[in-house]
């Protein structure tokens, strides 16, 4: 998984990149509700692109990732109260109780062990803090194969019951779940992992024949107004407060 991530820093880094898209900041920051005195940790956060946009509405942010290409791109543009800590999500180099608030943001989809994740994403939060997951939800049919041919450190996308059983598992607190369906061009999609040549045309001749009329792959590929080849995600915001 790291091996791919090296691969695709400098377009997750770049300035224009999906990952700073400022609408998807603000939806997760409204979910959020920080507040000044509030300490984040932004768990598998890359180029930090979240804790970066929200910079100014919390005391300090801590962006924790093992791709130290991302970290570094990150850390050259980041405000002072910005730092980046190279560790796996699984084994987390803080103390229990630590953060106000623990976000993980299109992260699960990659991670070998979601729940191990999780449980260490609830050790840090202190009682009464948030736990965020933002993350696709599974549309079924082939929509993981098609994903990994695209990226092979995708592992497994989340179905809503799988979803709601991590969160629920934690113990005793409230569950809240938002939820955005997100449209992008296939094209971008694709660009962004560069996968190989042979990978890009098994995936794009699968989301071409669904939007003719094909087999439904999970991934609800369609053309827009445009006739441009569009792919749409359902994005699952869960918050868990203890």
Same mark, same amino acid.
């Given at each position: 998984?790291?091996?791919?991530?090296?691969?695709?820093?400098?377009?997750?880094?770049? @300035?224009? @990149?999906?990952?700073?898209?400022?609408? =998807?900041?603000s939806w997760i920051g409204d979910a959020l509700t920080l507040e000044a005195s509030d300490r984040v940790l932004d768990v598998c956060?890359?180029? %930090?692109?979240?804790?970066? !946009?929200?910079?100014?509405?919390?005391?300090?942010?801590?962006?924790?990732?093992?791709?130290?290409?991302? #970290?570094?791109?990150?850390?050259? /543009?980041?405000?002072?109260?910005?730092?980046?800590?190279?560790a796996d999500a699984a084994a987390m180099p803080f103390a229990d109780d630590e953060f106000d608030v623990v976000v993980s943001r299109?992260?699960? +989809?990659?991670?070998?062990?979601?729940? !191990?994740?999780?449980?260490?994403?609830?050790?840090?939060?202190?009682?009464?803090?948030?736990?965020?997951? =933002? $993350?696709?939800?599974?549309?079924?049919?082939?929509?993981?194969?098609?994903? =990994?041919?695209?990226?092979?450190? +995708?592992? +497994?996308?989340?179905?809503?019951?799988?979803? @709601? @059983?991590?969160?629920? %598992? #934690?113990?005793? %607190?409230?569950?809240?779940? $938002? /939820?955005?369906?997100?449209?992008?061009?296939?094209?971008?999609?694709?660009?962004?992992?560069?996968?190989?040549? !042979?990978?890009?045309?098994?995936?794009?001749g699968a989301l071409t024949a669904e939007a003719a009329g094909g087999d439904a792959t999970g991934l609800h590929a369609h053309r827009? !107004?445009?006739? =441009?080849?569009?792919?749409?995600?359902?994005?699952?915001?869960?918050?868990?407060?203890?």
């Open positions: 998984m790291r091996r791919e991530f090296v691969r695709q820093a400098p377009s997750f880094a770049a @300035s224009g @990149s999906f990952f700073g898209n400022e609408s =998807i900041a956060g890359g180029a %930090g692109h979240l804790s970066r !946009a929200l910079a100014d509405q919390a005391r300090e942010f801590t962006v924790l990732d093992l791709t130290r290409e991302l #970290l570094d791109a990150g850390q050259q /543009v980041a405000p002072q109260n910005v730092r980046f800590v190279e299109f992260a699960f +989809h990659h991670l070998p062990d979601q729940r !191990a994740v999780l449980r260490e994403m609830a050790r840090v939060a202190r009682p009464g803090g948030l736990v965020a997951v =933002i $993350d696709m939800a599974n549309g079924g049919g082939r929509h993981d194969e098609l994903e =990994i041919l695209r990226d092979p450190s +995708h592992t +497994h996308a989340f179905t809503d019951a799988e979803a @709601s @059983s991590m969160m629920t %598992g #934690l113990g005793e %607190g409230r569950l809240t779940v $938002d /939820v955005r369906r997100q449209a992008m061009a296939v094209e971008a999609w694709l660009t962004q992992a560069a996968p190989p040549p !042979a990978a890009r045309d098994a995936v794009l827009d !107004a445009d006739g =441009i080849l569009q792919l749409a995600q359902r994005w699952l915001l869960l918050l868990w407060r203890s």
